[in-house]
């Protein structure tokens, strides 16, 4: 009985150090600007076209994004005959991008990222964001 009391003590005054030292190191670097500034985080949508974009196209195609509630930033890349769009997803969505970008005569097709082979990283996204998420509510500046 002694003995696993002494094992639940060292467990216990481990667990408790490991907590500390991931408090100050959420604590030791300075936050980023977007959680000083406390900013909504933005997706991003990138759409490729049928056909060749005219700089009257893409002008056309920037002024029908921008007039989208939420859409932060837009780029038009004739040579590649791409479109990209940053938004706020509260705000408006990606089938309403793909409308304004369709009603200029073009057909646009999401860009699907994840189709691309190459190196990836090993870990799992949702470790990395738990990791993020806890440094983040640990930080107290």
């Known amino acids: ?3 696993l009391k002494k094992i639940f003590k060292i467990t216990g005054f481990t667990l ?17 600007l977007s959680d000083r500034l406390n900013l909504k985080p933005i997706e991003l949508v990138v759409f490729t076209l049928n056909r060749e974009i005219s700089s009257q196209d893409s002008l056309m195609i920037s002024n029908q994004l921008t007039e989208n509630k939420g859409v ?3 780029t038009v890349n004739p040579s590649a005959k ?4 940053t938004y706020h997803a509260d705000e408006t969505t990606e089938k309403a991008l793909k409308q304004s970008v369709e ?8 860009v699907d990222f994840t189709a ?3 190196p990836q990283c090993p870990v799992p996204m ?3 964001d738990f990791i993020l998420n806890t ?4 930080c107290f500046r």
């Open 72 to 74: 932060t930033a837009s």
């Open 82 to 85: 791409t479109v990209s769009v």
């Open 126 to 128: 949702e470790y990395i």
């Open 135 to 138: 440094k983040k509510a640990l």
């Open 116 to 118: 691309f082979q190459g």
């Open 103 to 110: 009603s200029s005569d073009f057909q646009a097709q999401k």
């Open 1 to 3: 009985m002694e003995k």
């Open 16 to 32: 408790l150090g490991l907590f500390a030292a991931f408090v100050v190191y959420a604590n030791w670097e300075e936050p980023p």
